[in-house]
């Protein structure tokens, strides 16, 4: 137990035969029970589990019958923290990605009582640049700004960090059957915490890389299909939040700033349709509407926003 409450792990596992055994053997001893779910690897994963159950009873080894991505993988595991009665369940991948001196700074939050969910954040550090490839630094720090919108946490950072804590209270109240099953899982989780009104903390982490982890990610296909899941996630929000749940005028500020927007896109088409099929000649009347609809849009959309902002700020 850590500080009186009963923690459990939450291990996410494909194909990782050669780091599951060094994840086991690191875990901090107060962390009650390994939860380490198998997301119907192919390789020796099952067998290196089994084998290290053998020595050690806080294992419990969860077996997917079909490969459910890695968001499935952890919400296989909060079912069953959910239904263990386990005070705090914390998030930590099957590649020894995650450092486990962290892990008293993940929990201290959740467990004082301060946050409902925390989560690592590789940024806080001067070294993340360093250690961290470029590609995913940058593709991260897209994701992140992305997330912010979305999600309505602004204080949040590293959006794409798995490394997490996360309270009974929120354990029991998210439906983790309609969860994300891949990689923007940890996107979508932040959006259901918001619209329950949740508290989310950062806490600063080491990033680890380079230590025969093996990834398949193409960060360009993981940007885009989150920045569209990230939409989708911001509509929903919106509507549970800010319209089903509890309505707020920012609402009329995002939708005026879409239609704003939208309109100025006609506008612009409009402007290049004078511009080169009749003489390089554009109409005054239609630059300047044009210009009106973008300014319009940019500033409805800032002040829905900074009203989003405010109406959240005492989720930190």
Not at 31 to 49: C, E, F, M, Y
Request: aromatic share 14%.
């Amino acid at each position: 137990m850590y500080k009186d409450k009963y923690i459990a792990a939450v291990i996410p596992c494909y194909n990782e035969e050669k780091q599951i055994g060094k994840v086991i053997a690191t875990m901090p001893d107060f962390v009650d029970k390994l939860v380490i779910i198998d997301d119907q690897s192919t390789d020796t994963t099952v067998a290196v589990v089994e084998h290290c159950r053998k020595t050690n009873g806080k294992i419990v080894l969860l077996k997917h019958e079909t490969n459910q991505g890695v968001g499935g993988a952890i919400a296989s595991g909060y079912k069953w923290c959910r239904g263990s009665n386990v005070d705090v369940a914390v998030v930590m991948a099957g590649d020894a990605q995650m450092d486990p001196r962290d892990l008293p700074a993940i929990l201290d939050p959740v467990v004082e009582g301060s946050a409902d969910y925390s989560k690592g954040n590789r940024l806080f550090t001067g070294e993340a640049y360093k250690k961290i490839p470029k590609v995913r630094f940058y593709g991260n720090a897209i994701l992140s700004m992305l997330t912010k919108i979305a999600s309505g946490y602004w204080h949040v950072a590293d959006s794409q960090s798995g490394y997490t804590a996360i309270n009974k209270k929120a354990l029991q109240t998210i439906n983790w059957d309609e969860m994300y099953k891949n990689y923007g899982q940890p996107n979508d989780l932040l959006v259901k915490l918001n619209v329950y009104n949740f508290r989310v903390r950062d806490v600063a982490i080491n990033p680890i890389y380079n230590n025969g982890e093996k990834s398949s990610l193409k960060i360009y296909k993981v940007v885009l299909s989150l920045s569209w899941l990230l939409v989708k996630l911001f509509v929903y929000r919106l509507k549970e939040k800010y319209i089903i749940r509890n309505f707020h005028p920012l609402v009329f500020f995002y939708f005026t700033g879409a239609m704003s927007f939208f309109i100025s896109f006609l506008l612009l088409l409009r402007l290049f349709y004078y511009f080169f099929f009749l003489n390089f000649r554009v109409p005054d009347f239609n630059f300047l509407t044009w210009m009106l609809s973008l300014l319009m849009s940019i500033q409805f959309t800032l002040f829905a926003m900074w009203f989003d902002k405010e109406s959240n700020k005492d989720l930190r």
